[in-house]
């Protein structure tokens, strides 16, 4: 099969490899009709983590059920399906707590001591391969898989959001606490701060604030209802709290990570997380679903390298404010988004600017990763010609 392998730092190809099999009778093999670049795998195409080399990446996956483990109870063959980018087991003391980012079964110990979660195509979570590839293994289908609608086809660009970046968006607001008639401060117009703002939305926020510094993003940040604050118009802290009677605004969410730049375009790994402690209320919630990693060897700065900041603590404590960090539990949300996209009450789709065959996979990850004007969101087609 064909699939896209990571090579070393901005090496990527799409290469001929073994098929994705069956490994255990508790897995299917999907065919992939959609798989998604991500934000986190430019993480590792920079040479940003420490991903093996020979790696197919990919962690959003959708697609058509092709081969069924005999122990597999609820999924046949011709079933359409969308993949939580974590991979759970569904029976470990995470898992049975709907913590299935952090599943205790699927996890690679080896990475640090007391380490819990798995995902497809990704540095640190196991030794799964990804989906931008024609096939993949699904482990432990029957807890993995969620069936899509009738509509699953003509909807195809909205489900396969579901598998990171709509419930991604989602987690960040419960993390922040959002309640029905609060104001909201979301950090990054990418495609996971979009999806904040669209999740906001559906949840009744009164303000939603996006920041961020591309006119491109900040537009569909308006189109999605919500206050576009660009970082070139000043103090983010001072322009929240224009807006918020003083205060700052109810509740944060950090959709960047640690590869935060500032306008002049210098990364300042701090910068997001400090700026959300000025602008949000006196006792208001953040939640963090950037990501920051352990370890990053490829950093300038010499705390980033072992995955440290210099975080405003004193401000943070002195204004009582608290946090929510962590991956999304994929699982813990995916069912009911879907619905809200079977009724016509959500459209993640909105954010996907290029539409492209697996072959052009390499050319989409420099334009996505020199951040060129346009490139939002990238979907691509493995079976495509
Ligand atoms: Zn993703
Ligand atoms: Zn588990």
């Given at each position: 099969m064909k699939a896209l392998v990571y090579h070393g730092r901005k090496k990527v190809s799409v290469d001929n490899v073994p098929d994705a099999k069956i490994e255990k009778l508790t897995d299917v093999v999907i065919k992939l009709t959609t798989a998604n670049i991500c934000g986190s795998d430019l993480h590792m195409y920079e040479g940003r983590t420490d991903v093996a080399k020979g790696k197919i990446l990919g962690h959003e996956n959708l697609g058509e059920v092709v081969e069924v483990g005999k122990?597999?109870?609820?999924v046949k063959k011709g079933d359409k399906v969308v993949l939580p980018f974590n991979i759970g087991c569904g029976f470990c003391a995470n898992c049975e707590r709907g913590l299935t980012g952090y599943c205790l079964t699927c996890a690679d110990p080896s990475v640090m001591p007391g380490m819990a979660g798995a995902a497809y195509g990704f540095a640190g979570m196991g030794p799964y391969a990804g989906g931008q590839a024609q096939y993949l293994r699904v482990p432990y289908a029957d807890f993995n898989c969620l069936h899509l609608p009738e509509d699953a086809d003509e909807k195809e660009k909205d489900y396969v959001m579901l598998s990171d970046i709509f419930p991604t968006g989602w987690h960040s607001t419960r993390l922040a606490d959002l309640k029905p008639g609060e104001s909201i401060l979301i950090y990054g117009a990418g495609p996971v701060g979009l999806m904040a703002a669209l999740s906001a939305r559906i949840q009744g926020a009164s303000q939603i604030f996006v920041v961020d510094g591309q006119a491109d993003r900040l537009a569909l940040a308006k189109q999605i209802g919500a206050t576009p604050i660009d970082t070139k118009d000043g103090e983010i802290g001072d322009q929240i709290r224009e807006l918020t009677g003083g205060l700052g605004a109810d509740c944060g969410a950090e959709c960047i990570g640690y590869q935060c730049t500032n306008n002049a375009g210098k990364e300042v790994p701090n910068l997001v997380m400090n700026s959300l402690v000025d602008a949000v209320k006196a006792t208001g919630t953040l939640g963090v679903v950037g990501v920051f990693i352990p370890k990053d060897p490829g950093a300038k700065d010499a705390l980033a390298k072992i995955g440290q900041i210099a975080f405003d603590f004193g401000k943070f404590w002195f204004k009582g404010q608290k946090m929510g960090t962590g991956q999304c539990n994929v699982k813990a949300y995916n069912r009911r988004l879907r619905d809200l996209i079977h009724h016509g009450k959500a459209n993640p789709s909105l954010i996907i600017s290029h539409e492209l065959p697996l072959s052009e996979a390499p050319g989409a990850y420099e334009h996505f990763d020199n951040r060129d004007a346009g490139w939002t969101k990238v979907i691509l087609h493995p079976h495509a010609a």
């Open positions: 122990a597999v109870d609820t």
